[in-house]
């Protein structure tokens, strides 16, 4: 059983910074791509950025220049550094990883933490 466990959401200001990570354990091969996604209230569940296990990486072009995505392979761990935070920015942010298991590659998600920013 393969899980994501995501930390580090909160309450941050605007113009605030906050650093999510989520890492994946349990049985699997490999990981092929670690990444965010965010669901604000009433809106669906949209891209924030994605990092291949080459370090590509691809960003929503909301959030670029703001956040940054890295990953520790040794640790199975993605991250989520987000700076110069806005309101709009106040969604549920889930971890994203798709995972090989023996032949095939599966889609895995965390189960989200809260990240808030006030005006």
């Known amino acids: 059983q393969v899980q994501l466990v995501e930390s580090g959401g909160g309450l941050v200001q605007a113009g605030g910074s906050l650093r999510l990570s989520c890492a994946a354990s349990?049985?699997?091969?490999?990981?092929?791509?670690m990444g965010w996604y965010r669901q604000a209230p009433g809106k669906q569940r949209e891209l924030v950025a994605t990092?291949?296990?080459?370090?590509?990486?691809n960003y929503a072009d909301s959030v670029k220049g703001r956040f940054t995505i890295s990953r520790d392979n040794a640790k199975n761990t993605v991250y989520l550094q987000m700076n110069s935070l806005k309101p709009e920015d106040t969604a549920v942010y889930y971890c994203?990883?798709?995972?090989?298991?023996?032949?095939?590659?599966?889609?895995?998600w965390g189960e989200g933490t809260l990240v808030t920013v006030s005006s």
């Open positions: 349990g049985s699997f091969r490999s990981i092929n791509v």
């Open positions: 994203y990883a798709q995972i090989r298991v023996i032949l095939n590659s599966v889609d895995y």
């Open positions: 990092v291949t296990s080459g370090s590509s990486t």
